[in-house]
């Protein structure tokens, strides 16, 4: 019985593992292209490669997503994508990583939602502390 306990641990272990995500597309947005990759409930968007923005998401229901994009914080306005944080960059206390697995205090929360025909999206940012700042358009 011990072997079917381990068959059964084998095959859950291995089915985890397939690859079931969604091949990255790229579509284009108002903070520049954004690299795209929905695995299940979870949307995961690269964009402004030299900051290591990322944005990640979970899927709500109808269309609706949450959660938060983050960069690497910079003095370099045309860097600061979405939009500077506050007067002073980093100012966050907590920390999210960046698309390349860095630890940043430039961060903020997300929220959106796609059309039906899955070819536009807009969303609304803001800080780390809940300030708005703006919207997030996209389409492909």
Request: aromatic residues 12%.
């Amino acid at each position: 019985m011990a072997s079917d306990s381990v068959v059964r641990l084998f095959l859950a272990l291995t089915l985890m593992l397939l690859p079931s995500s969604v091949a990255a597309e790229v579509w284009r947005s108002d903070w520049g292209p954004v690299t795209v990759k929905a695995d299940g409930a979870t949307f995961v968007g690269r964009y402004n490669k030299p900051m290591g923005g990322i944005v990640v998401m979970q899927h709500r229901g109808s269309g609706n997503y949450s959660g938060y994009w983050a960069r690497a914080c910079t003095s370099k306005k045309r860097y600061q994508i979405p939009a500077p944080l506050f007067s002073a960059e980093g100012s966050c206390r907590e920390r999210r990583k960046n698309a390349y697995g860095k630890m940043t205090n430039c961060w903020g929360l997300i929220s959106g939602a796609v059309n039906s025909s899955n070819t536009r999206f807009q969303g609304t940012f803001m800080t780390c502390n809940g300030k708005r700042l703006g919207q997030w358009r996209g389409w492909r």
